[in-house]
Each structure stands twice: as structure tokens, then as C-alpha cells.
């Protein structure tokens, strides 16, 4: 469920967004004493958002004197140059991204809010019904779609992969979206693919298709996935609004952490994923911070595989917010 383009776990963008609020950011007005009043949120319509949504719905928001209008993203490098102007205040983006950014200058970024670590089961290479393809070392040779190339879904195929015995580079990996493929797999472009969640369930009812590698266990279990990145410079320029921001999610982070119902709830008001299909999914833990040792861990294969130039120390990634 936890680089450099996506992701994560997560994950899948082609569902659709409900905005909330009002457009654009704004000065803030009357006796708040924040330096702003409206935000704009970049989220991906996956499982992970939901706390911004549980938020929202809860007037958690509200209370704090903000108004948060949504906008959908499809990869945290597209939208830097908001970030960067100040048109987006922050976005929800998959721990890959982040460490990737910073490590190639292009934005300082500060993990604002924890989101989601991974739990068995969110997110597995699969292989199409009846493929001879039986274990990881069986992978040698063999074509594997994965979402985005040297992403997360690359980096935790390859733990396992070399687990098994294997180089990274005895698996071919290559890039195809999430939505294409279970026709790639049916139609034998693939060998295997690695899916998320709610694609995993549909390969493994739609099309038969087999688990072949658990990524979210093993030696890679425990990995964060993703969470709320804002750039340093928003911070410094609003710490009021900062941590009037980071009270609201946190308070419903922890009403995610301890209320599936609240997640499953708000899910269908922002993705086309309904409410049984909701109820059914395997999510993550929706814990209230970042393991550091993990996310170190993280880092570190990243940089292990060459997708960072440099190992990061990943405690300097981590925003310090006022309450």
C-alpha cells in the first residue's frame, strides 16, 4: 500500500475528484490571524487522501478557520511550478516522490502529515491464469509493468526479486498504467504486472490472475507509502496557517487511524470507487507518524538501485509544526 515520478501505493489516477471549497488561495481576512484562509490541496484519489476528506466532511477545517478546495494530481513533479509560485499550498505525494525531488534540487520539500505504511496485501506483482511464472526467481528474464519506471512499484519488486536470488537487472521492467494493465497482462505484452489496489482486486476477479510476489510484506514490510508534503518556503511564509493545517489533518489522521468506517465513508464522495467496493478494499496503516527507521529504509534502497544521487539522512525531510 509504502522514484522518482508517481506514486503511490499507491497510486491510481484515473478516478474522478470532488472539489471542496472555494478557488484559489487568498490573503486571510477579519481577526483569524493566519496568514491565509484558503488552501489549495493537490490529492490523488486513492485510499490515502482520505483523511483530508474525513477533515473536510468533520469541519476539522472549518474549525481552524480554512477553506480547502481540492485540486487532482497525477505526479508531484508536474505540479512543482505551483508549488513553487504558491498557487498549491500541498499535496498528498508517495514518500518516492519526495525524496526524489529533494534529491534533484528541483523543490525543498518538508513532510507535513503522514499518511499511510503499507499492510500485507495492498500491493502485489501478479501474474495472468496459468502463467508458468510460479516464484520471484522465476521472474529472470521476464517483462513486469509497474505504473511508473523507477518508481516505488520498481523499488519493492526489486527487494523481493534480489530476496529471491536475482539481480534487478534480470527483470525487465517497463512502464504502463495502472488502467491498461489488465489488458497488457490478458493480452501477454507483459509477463507480470505490479497493481494497486483497486486494480489488484479487479485483476484477480476480472481476469484470474495469480499473486505472485506480496510487496508490501516480507522484506519490504512497513514501508510508508505516502503523505503530505509541503515545500519550506510555505512554511516559513505561514506558520500560522501552518499548523492551523497540520491540527486539522492530524485530528483526522487519528480518526482514520481508529475508524475504518470513516474512510470507507468518504471514499465514494471522491473517487468512483463505491461503497461495498470501498468496505472490500485492503488499505494501509493509517498511522499518525512516519517510522523513521522505515522510511530510512526506504531511502536507502532507493539510492541502493541509483534513483537518488545521494543517501539521504531522511529526519531533515520531516517538517517541524508548530501547534
Known amino acids: 500500500m509504502r522514484l522518482a515520478r ?24 477579519g481577526g483569524s490571524g493566519l496568514e491565509k484562509t484558503q488552501l489549495t490541496v493537490g490529492v490523488v484519489p486513492v485510499p490515502s487522501s482520505a483523511p483530508l476528506f474525513i477533515a473536510e466532511k468533520r469541519g476539522f477545517f472549518k474549525a481552524e478557520g480554512l477553506t480547502v478546495r481540492t485540486e487532482v494530481i497525477q505526479a508531484p513533479q508536474a505540479v512543482m511550478p505551483k508549488i513553487l509560485n504558491g498557487s498549491m499550498d500541498a499535496f498528498l505525494t508517495s514518500y518516492v516522490s519526495l525524496l526524489a525531488i529533494n534529491d534533484s534540487g528541483a523543490a525543498k520539500l518538508k513532510l507535513f502529515q503522514h499518511s499511510q505504511e503499507a499492510a500485507p496485501g495492498v500491493a502485489s506483482v501478479v501474474v495472468p491464469k496459468g502463467s508458468p511464472i510460479k516464484t520471484a526467481a522465476d521472474l529472470k528474464g521476464r517483462t513486469v509493468a509497474v505504473n511508473v519506471l523507477k518508481a516505488l512499484g520498481q523499488t519493492l519488486t526489486n527487494a523481493h526479486v534480489q530476496d529471491a536470488g536475482l539481480k534487478p537487472d534480470d527483470v525487465k521492467f517497463v512502464a504502463v498504467p495502472f488502467a491498461d494493465q489488465l489488458n497488457a497482462l490478458s493480452g501477454g505484452q507483459v509477463d507480470a504486472a505490479w497493481l494497486v489496489e483497486p486494480f489488484l482486486t479487479a485483476a484477480k476477479s476480472k481476469i484470474g490472475a495469480t499473486e505472485l510476489i506480496d510487496t508490501t510484506d516480507g522484506v519490504t514490510a512497513g514501508i510508508p507509502i505516502d503523505g503530505w508534503g509541503v515545500s519550506e518556503a510555505w512554511l516559513a511564509q505561514n506558520p500560522k496557517t501552518a499548523a492551523a493545517f497540520h491540527r486539522a489533518l492530524a485530528k483526522a489522521q487519528k480518526v482514520a487511524s481508529e475508524d475504518r468506517d470513516a474512510i470507507n465513508e468518504v471514499i465514494p464522495t471522491y473517487t468512483q470507487i463505491d461503497a461495498q467496493a470501498a468496505a472490500a478494499m485492503k488499505l494501509g ?36 509544526v508548530g501547534g
Open 285 to 320: 496503516v493509517f498511522s499518525m507518524d512516519v517510522d523513521k527507521a522505515s522510511l530510512q529504509k526506504l531511502a536507502d534502497l532507493l539510492a541502493g538501485y541509483g534513483y537518488l544521487k545521494t543517501k539521504p539522512d531522511v529526519t531533515q525531510q520531516i517538517a517541524a
Open 6 to 29: 508517481t506514486c503511490a501505493l499507491g497510486l491510481a489516477i484515473i478516478l474522478s475528484l470532488a472539489a471542496c471549497g472555494d478557488d484559489g488561495p487568498a490573503p486571510a481576512t
